[in-house]
């Protein structure tokens, strides 16, 4: 098996997952509306459920079929820090060179903080971080699984702009997960940037500027020997 087969190997949990997560949504589309049901606001809302239970399934079956023990951590504000500074640093950038519609999201906050905020962000690490960089490195060098993890994270999110906010945040989670060892360190950093992103909306100069700053003491107090 050459390299390039166990790359994708390597990468069957997350087109399976990706994959059953699409068709899942898909079906649930297709009974509501057979259903006799119409309106796309309560169908919105009702999605976000949806995933939530399917995202919890994941990370049930992850943690079972690859066993984690998770270091406790003497300081959480560093990567607290790192996550929000970094998610506010790279949302005003593209903020400010693509101009965001006043499109309205009908889903509830709470509902959104859940879903993509804990939820998903938990559920991801486990996937790219534990399960994929994990089996990279098994046969590539710690910089190749860098990369590649990367990449392959920043690619999964579908839509340009979305994809250049993933491919800086997944190198940072990547790098940190590879430095310390510790799922909980890259979950920490997704999880408050994801949360962070749900409350920010515009581009804000002074904004900017704060979260330049935090984010080099953010990334000091984190990768700090």
Same mark, same amino acid.
């Given at each position: 098996?050459?390299?390039?087969? *166990? =790359?994708?190997?390597?990468?069957? /949990?997350? !087109?399976?997952? +990706? ?6 949504? $898909?079906?649930? &589309?297709?009974?509501?509306?057979? $259903? ?9 809302? =009702? ?12 990370? &049930? ?5 690859? /066993?984690?023990? %998770?270091? *406790?951590?003497?300081?959480?504000? #560093? +990567? $607290?820090? @790192? ?6 640093? $790279?949302?005003? %950038? ?13 889903? /509830? ?11 998903? #962000? %938990? +559920? ?26 990367? =990449? ?14 993933? @491919?800086? @945040? ?18 920490? &950093? ?9 409350? @920010? ?5 002074? !904004?900017?500027?704060?979260?330049? %700053? ?5 990334? +000091? ?5």
């Amino acid at each position: 098996m050459n390299n390039y087969q *166990k =790359i994708l190997k390597s990468s069957i /949990p997350i !087109l399976l997952t +990706y994959f059953l997560s699409y068709g899942i949504i $898909l079906l649930s &589309i297709l009974i509501y509306f057979c $259903l006799g049901y119409s309106s796309i606001d309560k169908l919105i809302n =009702i999605l976000p459920y949806i995933l939530i239970i399917t995202y919890l399934f994941y990370i &049930i079956y992850f943690l079972k079929k690859y /066993p984690i023990s %998770i270091k *406790k951590k003497n300081k959480y504000f #560093p +990567y $607290l820090l @790192l996550g929000i500074s970094l998610s506010v640093f $790279l949302n005003m %950038i593209l903020f400010h060179v693509f101009p965001p519609t006043n499109s309205k999201t009908t889903i /509830p906050l709470f509902l959104d903080i859940i879903a993509s905020g804990i939820i998903g #962000p %938990i +559920y991801e690490e486990l996937l790219f971080r534990h399960i994929f960089y994990n089996k990279l490195k098994s046969f590539n060098s710690k910089k190749k699984s860098l990369y590649l993890t990367t =990449i392959i994270f920043a690619l999964i999110h579908l839509t340009p702009l979305k994809m250049i906010y993933a @491919l800086f @945040l997944g190198f940072i989670l990547t790098k940190v997960y590879q430095q310390k060892e510790n799922i909980l360190s890259p979950i920490l &950093i997704h999880v408050s940037a994801n949360i962070i992103s749900t409350f @920010l909306f515009e581009y804000n100069t002074y !904004l900017f500027f704060l979260s330049l %700053i935090s984010l080099f003491l953010g990334s +000091y107090l984190v990768f700090k020997k």
